[in-house]
T-cell receptor, first 115, second 116 residues
Framework: KAGVTQTPRYLIKTRGQQVTLSCSPI?????VSWYQQTPGQGLQFLFE???????NKGNFPGRFSGRQFSNSRSEMNVSTLELGDSALYLC??????????????FGPGTRLLVL | DQQVKQNSPSLSVQEGRISILNCDYT??????FLWYKKYPAEGPTFLIS?????DKNEDGRFTVFLNKSAKHLSLHIVPSQPGDSAVYFC???????????????FGTGTLLAVQP
């Protein structure tokens, strides 16, 4: 079974631009979550989508948004990029039921550099 | 407020010996815990998990122990191998609004170096 895939793997943008990152979950997984990893803040939860609905959101500004499609694929968008948005953005998928936690499996990440 | 803490930034062990990585948490509502292994610029790789209704879970060379009263969990790797050298993260999640959530709170990581 193919793992979680993320595109693009590397991205360079300048301040003020916007960016869209894409994630394809493991086949059969309906939940997709996004995380940001930076040297200073570590791994931080951005948001979770299940059945095209945002179920949970981390403590990030409104410039960070996401969506999920009917095939469970997900995108996240960052508008008006700031230097501090430079990070590794990770997507994770799980089967996820509403009754029990399921293991999340991570993709390889998208490395974003903002200049 | 760091809800999940890994107080040892690094750990060095000899090949064949036991590696013990520790993790403490403060939120008593956490009920699911996971350990991930990570290499730089790659996504975390799932190792093992444990539900709060258990106190031990084993999978091959990996065993996770959970002490709910102490709010402490540990990962034991026996025997340690050079290929185990990586950063190890513990993570926790809790039920919210009566349902399961995939919001993982991660610790800061422990760099494990296994010396040949």
């Amino acid at each position: 079974k193919a793992g979680v895939t993320q595109t693009p793997r590397y991205l360079i943008k300048t301040r003020g631009q916007q960016v869209t990152l894409s994630c394809s979950p493991i086949s059969g997984h309906r939940s997709v979550s996004w995380y940001q990893q930076t040297p200073g803040q570590g791994l931080q939860f951005l948001f979770e989508y299940f059945s095209e609905t945002q179920r949970n959101k981390g403590n990030f500004p409104g410039r960070f948004s996401g969506r999920q499609f009917s095939n469970s694929r997900s995108e996240m968008n960052v508008s008006t990029l700031e230097l501090g948005d430079s990070a590794l953005y990770l997507c994770a998928s799980s089967r996820h039921t509403l009754d029990s936690q399921e293991t999340q499996y991570f993709g390889p990440g998208t490395r974003l550099l903002v200049l | 407020d760091q809800q999940v803490k890994q107080n040892s930034p690094s750990l060095s062990v000899q090949e064949g010996r036991i590696s013990i990585l520790n993790c403490d948490y403060t939120n008593s509502m956490f009920d699911y815990f996971l350990w991930y292994k990570k290499y730089p610029a790659e996504g975390p790789t799932f190792l093992i998990s444990i539900s709060s209704i258990k106190d031990k879970n084993e999978d091959g060379r990996f065993t996770v122990f959970l002490n709910k009263s102490a709010k402490h969990l540990s990962l034991h790797i026996v025997p340690s191998q050079p290929g185990d050298s990586a950063v190890y993260f513990c993570a926790a999640s809790e039920r919210e609004y009566g349902g399961a959530t995939n919001k993982l709170i991660f610790g800061t990581g422990t760099l494990l170096a296994v010396q040949p």
